[in-house]
Protein backbone atom coordinates (compact mmCIF):
# COMPACT_ATOMS: atom_id res chain seq x y z
CA UNK A 1 0.00 0.00 0.00
CA UNK A 2 1.34 3.72 -1.01
CA UNK A 3 1.95 6.14 1.99
CA UNK A 4 -0.11 8.44 0.30
CA UNK A 5 -2.63 7.60 -1.88
CA UNK A 6 -4.93 10.16 -3.96
CA UNK A 7 -7.67 9.93 -7.59
CA UNK A 8 -5.43 11.32 -10.05
CA UNK A 9 -8.45 12.73 -11.77
CA UNK A 10 -9.01 14.84 -13.76
CA UNK A 11 -11.90 16.34 -12.28
CA UNK A 12 -13.48 18.24 -14.99
CA UNK A 13 -16.27 21.11 -12.84
CA UNK A 14 -18.14 23.95 -14.29
CA UNK A 15 -17.52 27.33 -12.87
CA UNK A 16 -19.26 27.71 -9.49
CA UNK A 17 -19.05 23.98 -8.85
CA UNK A 18 -18.60 22.29 -5.67
CA UNK A 19 -15.92 19.81 -6.14
CA UNK A 20 -14.34 17.66 -3.46
CA UNK A 21 -11.25 15.63 -2.73
CA UNK A 22 -9.61 12.60 -0.85
CA UNK A 23 -6.66 11.58 0.29
CA UNK A 24 -5.61 8.31 2.28
CA UNK A 25 -2.69 7.55 4.54
CA UNK A 26 -1.12 4.76 5.37
CA UNK A 27 0.70 5.32 8.84
CA UNK A 28 -2.14 5.82 12.02
CA UNK A 29 1.32 7.48 13.63
CA UNK A 30 1.14 10.90 11.03
CA UNK A 31 0.32 13.54 12.75
CA UNK A 32 0.78 16.99 10.03
CA UNK A 33 -0.68 17.26 6.88
CA UNK A 34 -1.15 19.37 4.20
CA UNK A 35 -2.90 20.77 0.55
CA UNK A 36 -0.43 21.83 -1.79
CA UNK A 37 -1.55 23.49 -5.29
CA UNK A 38 0.96 22.99 -8.02
CA UNK A 39 0.08 25.02 -11.33
CA UNK A 40 1.39 23.80 -14.79
CA UNK A 41 5.27 23.58 -14.97
CA UNK A 42 5.42 25.41 -11.78
CA UNK A 43 6.53 24.16 -8.26
CA UNK A 44 3.86 22.86 -5.49
CA UNK A 45 2.88 25.57 -3.02
CA UNK A 46 1.50 25.46 0.03
CA UNK A 47 -2.46 25.58 -0.32
CA UNK A 48 -3.42 25.52 3.45
CA UNK A 49 -2.78 22.84 6.65
CA UNK A 50 -5.42 20.43 7.93
CA UNK A 51 -5.61 20.29 11.55
CA UNK A 52 -7.49 17.79 13.52
CA UNK A 53 -10.29 19.60 13.69
CA UNK A 54 -11.21 20.76 10.35
CA UNK A 55 -10.18 24.47 8.73
CA UNK A 56 -11.57 26.58 6.55
CA UNK A 57 -10.10 29.29 4.39
CA UNK A 58 -12.39 31.49 2.31
CA UNK A 59 -13.60 29.16 -0.09
CA UNK A 60 -11.44 25.76 0.32
CA UNK A 61 -11.89 23.57 3.40
CA UNK A 62 -9.77 20.80 4.84
CA UNK A 63 -11.37 17.56 6.96
CA UNK A 64 -8.99 15.14 8.96
CA UNK A 65 -10.47 11.93 9.61
CA UNK A 66 -8.00 9.83 11.72
CA UNK A 67 -10.37 6.59 12.23
CA UNK A 68 -10.40 6.10 8.09
CA UNK A 69 -6.64 7.58 7.83
CA UNK A 70 -8.22 10.38 5.57
CA UNK A 71 -7.93 14.18 4.42
CA UNK A 72 -10.09 15.89 2.18
CA UNK A 73 -10.32 19.42 0.54
CA UNK A 74 -13.95 20.80 -0.72
CA UNK A 75 -13.75 23.98 -3.13
CA UNK A 76 -16.76 25.84 -2.96
CA UNK A 77 -17.84 27.99 -5.78
CA UNK A 78 -15.10 27.10 -8.20
CA UNK A 79 -13.40 29.74 -10.17
CA UNK A 80 -11.12 29.08 -13.51
CA UNK A 81 -8.19 29.95 -11.71
CA UNK A 82 -9.14 27.15 -9.40
CA UNK A 83 -7.42 25.14 -12.34
CA UNK A 84 -4.81 22.84 -10.58
CA UNK A 85 -3.16 19.78 -9.34
CA UNK A 86 -3.93 19.56 -5.79
CA UNK A 87 -1.44 17.44 -3.89
CA UNK A 88 -1.63 16.07 -0.14
CA UNK A 89 1.18 15.64 2.27
CA UNK A 90 1.47 13.56 5.18
CA UNK A 91 4.85 13.77 7.54
CA UNK A 92 6.13 10.21 7.79
CA UNK A 93 7.28 9.69 11.82
CA UNK A 94 8.85 6.33 10.76
CA UNK A 95 11.14 7.72 8.23
CA UNK A 96 11.26 11.37 9.51
CA UNK A 97 10.38 12.89 5.92
CA UNK A 98 7.19 14.45 4.06
CA UNK A 99 5.41 12.24 1.76
CA UNK A 100 3.59 13.92 -1.46
CA UNK A 101 0.78 12.15 -2.73
CA UNK A 102 0.79 12.20 -7.25
CA UNK A 103 -1.60 14.76 -7.31
CA UNK A 104 -5.29 15.29 -8.22
CA UNK A 105 -5.89 17.21 -10.81
CA UNK A 106 -8.91 19.85 -11.31
CA UNK A 107 -9.97 21.10 -14.52
CA UNK A 108 -12.70 24.43 -13.80
CA UNK A 109 -14.38 25.34 -16.86
CA UNK A 110 -16.97 28.12 -18.30
CA UNK B 1 13.07 36.44 1.19
CA UNK B 2 14.85 34.20 -1.35
CA UNK B 3 13.04 31.06 0.35
CA UNK B 4 14.81 28.63 -2.20
CA UNK B 5 16.68 29.33 -4.62
CA UNK B 6 17.66 26.83 -7.81
CA UNK B 7 20.00 27.12 -10.26
CA UNK B 8 20.37 26.73 -13.48
CA UNK B 9 16.67 26.80 -14.43
CA UNK B 10 17.11 25.15 -17.63
CA UNK B 11 19.76 23.26 -18.99
CA UNK B 12 20.67 20.43 -21.68
CA UNK B 13 23.04 17.81 -20.91
CA UNK B 14 24.60 15.12 -23.63
CA UNK B 15 24.60 11.66 -22.82
CA UNK B 16 27.30 10.73 -20.02
CA UNK B 17 28.04 14.36 -19.20
CA UNK B 18 28.15 15.42 -15.53
CA UNK B 19 26.55 18.39 -14.08
CA UNK B 20 25.72 19.28 -10.48
CA UNK B 21 22.54 21.25 -9.67
CA UNK B 22 22.48 24.09 -7.15
CA UNK B 23 19.99 24.12 -4.22
CA UNK B 24 20.49 26.81 -1.33
CA UNK B 25 18.06 27.86 1.27
CA UNK B 26 18.07 31.17 3.79
CA UNK B 27 15.14 29.99 5.66
CA UNK B 28 18.00 27.69 8.59
CA UNK B 29 15.94 24.72 7.59
CA UNK B 30 17.04 21.29 8.60
CA UNK B 31 15.42 19.40 6.47
CA UNK B 32 16.14 19.56 2.48
CA UNK B 33 14.87 17.36 -0.42
CA UNK B 34 15.31 16.55 -3.90
CA UNK B 35 12.52 15.77 -6.29
CA UNK B 36 12.15 15.00 -9.64
CA UNK B 37 8.86 15.10 -11.77
CA UNK B 38 8.03 13.70 -15.33
CA UNK B 39 5.36 15.19 -17.64
CA UNK B 40 1.87 14.34 -15.89
CA UNK B 41 3.49 12.42 -12.95
CA UNK B 42 3.72 13.20 -9.80
CA UNK B 43 6.84 14.14 -7.44
CA UNK B 44 9.39 11.10 -6.96
CA UNK B 45 11.68 11.35 -4.01
CA UNK B 46 15.25 11.27 -5.33
CA UNK B 47 17.54 12.02 -1.51
CA UNK B 48 16.95 14.29 1.64
CA UNK B 49 18.61 15.19 4.39
CA UNK B 50 17.63 16.12 7.76
CA UNK B 51 20.59 18.13 8.38
CA UNK B 52 24.35 19.00 7.80
CA UNK B 53 26.12 15.68 7.12
CA UNK B 54 23.35 13.89 7.02
CA UNK B 55 21.83 12.13 3.77
CA UNK B 56 19.50 9.67 2.93
CA UNK B 57 18.43 8.09 -0.08
CA UNK B 58 14.74 8.17 -1.47
CA UNK B 59 12.84 6.19 -3.83
CA UNK B 60 14.83 6.97 -7.33
CA UNK B 61 18.20 7.41 -5.75
CA UNK B 62 19.42 5.86 -8.55
CA UNK B 63 22.14 7.51 -10.73
CA UNK B 64 22.31 10.63 -8.34
CA UNK B 65 24.60 11.73 -5.30
CA UNK B 66 23.79 14.33 -2.73
CA UNK B 67 26.27 16.09 -0.17
CA UNK B 68 24.99 18.70 3.23
CA UNK B 69 28.48 20.21 4.21
CA UNK B 70 26.38 22.93 5.53
CA UNK B 71 22.43 24.07 6.45
CA UNK B 72 21.84 26.22 3.47
CA UNK B 73 23.38 24.38 0.59
CA UNK B 74 22.11 20.67 -0.67
CA UNK B 75 23.48 20.32 -4.17
CA UNK B 76 22.26 16.96 -6.02
CA UNK B 77 25.52 15.40 -8.81
CA UNK B 78 24.82 13.54 -11.78
CA UNK B 79 27.64 11.64 -12.94
CA UNK B 80 27.03 10.13 -15.86
CA UNK B 81 23.64 11.81 -17.36
CA UNK B 82 21.36 9.51 -19.28
CA UNK B 83 17.84 10.23 -21.25
CA UNK B 84 16.06 8.52 -18.50
CA UNK B 85 17.18 11.69 -16.32
CA UNK B 86 15.30 14.55 -18.64
CA UNK B 87 12.91 15.48 -15.71
CA UNK B 88 12.02 18.61 -13.56
CA UNK B 89 13.62 18.97 -10.48
CA UNK B 90 12.35 20.29 -7.71
CA UNK B 91 14.48 21.33 -4.17
CA UNK B 92 12.38 21.60 -0.78
CA UNK B 93 13.28 22.38 2.43
CA UNK B 94 11.64 22.26 5.96
CA UNK B 95 12.07 23.20 9.34
CA UNK B 96 11.20 20.03 10.57
CA UNK B 97 8.45 17.34 10.21
CA UNK B 98 6.69 18.18 13.19
CA UNK B 99 6.08 21.74 14.27
CA UNK B 100 6.00 23.46 11.62
CA UNK B 101 7.08 21.34 8.93
CA UNK B 102 5.62 22.87 5.09
CA UNK B 103 8.11 22.52 2.50
CA UNK B 104 9.14 25.13 0.52
CA UNK B 105 10.24 24.58 -3.19
CA UNK B 106 12.28 26.27 -5.34
CA UNK B 107 11.13 27.08 -8.57
CA UNK B 108 12.74 23.80 -10.72
CA UNK B 109 15.45 22.93 -12.77
CA UNK B 110 14.45 21.80 -16.33
CA UNK B 111 16.94 19.30 -17.91
CA UNK B 112 17.29 17.80 -21.10
CA UNK B 113 19.65 14.82 -21.88
CA UNK B 114 20.14 14.25 -25.14
Known amino acids: ?110 | NAGVTQTPKFRILKIGQSMTLQCTQDMNHNYMYWYRQDPGMGLKLIYYSVGAGITDKGEVPNGYNVSRSTTEDFPLRLELAAPSQTSVYFCASSESTGGRPEAFFGQGTRLTVV
Not at chain 1, 39 to 67: H, I, W
Not at chain 1, 89 to 96: G, I, L, M, R
Open chain 1, 1 to 110: RKEVEQDPGPFNVPEGATVAFNCTYSNSASQSFFWYRQDCRKEPKLLMSVYSSGNEDGRFTAQLNRASQYISLLIRDSKLSDSATYLCVVNSPSTDKLIFGTGTRLQVFP
